[in-house]
Structures are given as C-alpha cells and as structure tokens.
C-alpha cells in the first residue's frame, strides 16, 4: 500500500535543535530509500516548513513505525501525518453508459 507522510516543523522548534538531528535524519532518510519504503520525498514550500514523503508499506501500523522512528520526529521536531492512499478508479465511467 502506499502513503503520504506530511512532516510538518514545529514553530517552536530551533535551528540549533534541527542541526542536532539532520545528519542522522538524512541517513535514516537514506535508509529507508534503499529499502524501497521511500519512494519519494519533498519539501513543503509554504506554508510552514517540513516534508512530503510517499512510503511504500504493507499497512498504516508499519507506516507509522517507519515514520515515528526517523530522529528529527522521535526528537518532537516534526508533526507527522499519515494517509493512506487507494488507487483511483474514476477512469470507470468513460466505459460505461
């Protein structure tokens, strides 16, 4: 199954705290890349900081796992959100009257 992660940054969270965690969340970005769990992964332009990422896993349960487990989220820097995607099956209508 597939999921949106939306990684939203504390307003309250300093710089000096991030600069505490990137290295070690990037590696665990990395990580789950090469697992294939991440398909892709964005930054959130505006409004707000943070991140999108698409994760390929078998249930929201192993999702969340994936997600609670990256450092800048177990140091209370982000605020996760995870959807669960279904493929979208609108096409249907053009081939039925």
């Known amino acids: 199954m597939q ?3 939306i990684l939203r940054l504390r307003n309250d969270a300093t710089e000096q705290q991030q600069a ?3 290295r070690a969340e990037v590696q665990a970005v990395w990580g789950l890349a090469k697992s294939g769990v991440l398909r ?3 930054f959130i332009s505006a409004p707000g900081r943070g991140a ?5 896993a078998a249930d929201i349960g192993e999702a969340t796992r994936h ?3 990256l ?3 177990k140091g209370g820097l982000l605020n996760p ?3 669960g995607l279904a493929p979208f ?3 249907e209508v053009l081939f039925h009257t």
């Open 3 to 5: 999921f949106v992660a």
């Open 20 to 22: 505490a965690v990137r």
């Open 40 to 42: 892709s992964i964005h």
């Open 52 to 56: 999108v990422m698409m994760i390929e």
């Open 67 to 69: 997600v609670d487990a």
């Open 71 to 73: 450092p800048a989220v």
């Open 81 to 83: 959100e995870i959807i």
């Open 89 to 91: 099956n609108g096409y």
